[in-house]
Nanobody, 122 residues
Framework: QVQLVESGGGVVQAGVSLRLSCAAS????????VGWFRQAPGKEREFVAA????????VYAESEKGRFTISRDHAKKTVYLQMNNLKPEDTAIYYC???????????????WGQGTQVTVSS
């Protein structure tokens, strides 16, 4: 199995950028697709972006297309989520998760990190 640890969250003002990292250990990193999800207070966890095992296939939530970019570094066993032009509605706990395929469905992912908080003030 694989263990995932997110980092890079923080408190920022609207309009700035953040890059989240998801570091993997304990498993064959190349065997997993990785997804980013987020959960705002009182809301369900929602899909943000996913990247396939090779790094060539990416999937984005429609609302994040053009602002967020997902990428992976196999040598560092890390997946990144570059978030640009952040908005207050991006405020949430961001989680990364691993699965065989780059699915958009929360229930498809077996392995999850503990999350990192992103707070965007207006």
């Amino acid at each position: 199995q694989v263990q995932l640890v997110e980092s890079g969250g923080g408190v920022v003002q609207a309009g700035v950028s953040l890059r989240l990292s998801c570091a993997a250990s304990g498993g064959a990193f190349r065997s997993y697709s990785v997804g980013w999800f987020r959960q705002a207070p009182g809301k369900e966890r929602e899909f943000v972006a996913a990247i396939g095992r090779s790094g060539t296939e990416t999937v984005y939530a429609e609302s994040e297309k053009g602002r967020f970019t997902i990428s992976r570094d196999h040598a560092k066993k890390t997946v990144y989520l570059q978030m640009n032009n952040l908005k207050p509605e991006d405020t949430a706990i961001y989680y990364c998760a691993a699965h065989r395929d780059p699915s958009t469905a929360v229930g498809e992912y077996k392995y999850w990190g503990q999350g990192t908080q992103v707070t965007v003030s207006s």
